[in-house]
């Protein structure tokens, strides 16, 4: 293989040194590029940029490969959980059982929120969108931990853990208080005998006189879930993330910017948006095969759930999350939705569709997570919401390879300017229209 690219520019040879990545992605490095050349590339949308070198997470779109520091996503979702994969995505290895107990212990003792916190969510109106409050509630974070938030990278890395430990706990404090404020309900306690998932679905559901117990298959699929969305590589939220942190700022700070981007239709909002369809479907009496008629067509909506910007096979975490959805369902006795079998009716279509297997359009994890979200009894503008709990994890470790990188250079893209050349300034009685 070519450890030198060679561009001719203006009668200039130049050899632009090749950069292999260790599963053989190759790159060209263009960092001296403008210095010799004066030219910088061109990108729109970084669709074709590595930002980054990173050891966290692989991705082979073409072949639907998806790997956490090497570990295949399907050993990880039959053998881990997702508070294990956790750590193994921003410790870079699967923790002993001490490491995995000591920060069980820090997740436990850091899942209440201080009374301030809880009366800043209390203090958003009640129909306040989620996301707004977990960014702003995130942010804060750095008020009440100023140690861990000092916005110096050495002394943030020496707390790592306990941070860590506070945002992957109270994120989901957060959510289920904002959940309760929004219903007008009291708000539950974190029960420390509980597990991840399990205490979770109590924040959210347990009422004063009736504990809500998950059945197994629902923890599981929760659990799943969330390993499932962990870390997605270089995604828009995690480009943000690694982007805040390249300034120097603190971790609470980096994944509250995260969360604003995924909030964003075009990245978080797409399990929602297979809801929202299935929904509109029922309500116009049809079965999908005329929705799907008109995806076709390119006259109607593009069925959501469907294709992928990097898939271009069956996104692993589909297939996985496939088979826990229906045991989450037989569990919870849901066998004749109609939302569901409207569902079930366009995987089956589109699947044997010369459309959609031309362009190699396959179910992605959304399709499946917006139905197991609904299953749940997640309400609706939640999904996102459980989208940034279930990423925490991957935002966190991006955070830290950028604010231990001893190189670390603030991320700042150039652009090329197409607006008015100079002009002069034109006094206001002089200015026409
Ligand atoms: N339904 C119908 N046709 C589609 C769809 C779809 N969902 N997706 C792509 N196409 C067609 C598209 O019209 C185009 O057809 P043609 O070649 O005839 O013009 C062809 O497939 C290629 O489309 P594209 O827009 O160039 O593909 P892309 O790789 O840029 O887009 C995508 C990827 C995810 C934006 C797109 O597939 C889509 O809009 N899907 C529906 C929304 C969705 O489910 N998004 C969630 C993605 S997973 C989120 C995550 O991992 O974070």
Redesign the pocket.
Known sequence: MANTATLKIEGKELQLPVIIGSEGEKAVDINKLRAETGYITFDDGFGNTGSCLSKITYIDGEVGVLRYRGYPIEQLAEKSNFIESALLVMNGELPTPAERSSFSQLLTANAPLREGLVRFIQSFPRDAHPMAVLSATLNALGAYYPHLASNNHQNDLEHFDEAAAIAISKVRTIAAHTYRVSKGLPFNYPNPKLGYCENFLHLMFSEPYSEYVPTPEVASALNLFLLLHAD?EQ?CSTSTVRMVASAGANLFASVSAGVNALWGPL??G?NM??IEMLKAIHADGDDGTKFIAA??S?KGD????????VYKNY?PRAKIIKTSFYKALASLGIKDDPLLNIAMKLEECALNDP??VQ?K?YP????YSGLIMRALGIPENMFTVMFAIGRMPGWIAQWREVAANPKLKIYRPRQIYVGEPQRNYVPTNLRQG
Do not use: E, S
């Open positions: 997605h995604n990245h978080g797409a948006a297979v995806a076709k390119g593009r069925l959501m759930g469907f294709g992928h910007r996104d459309y959609f362009r359009l992605n994890v959304d399709f």
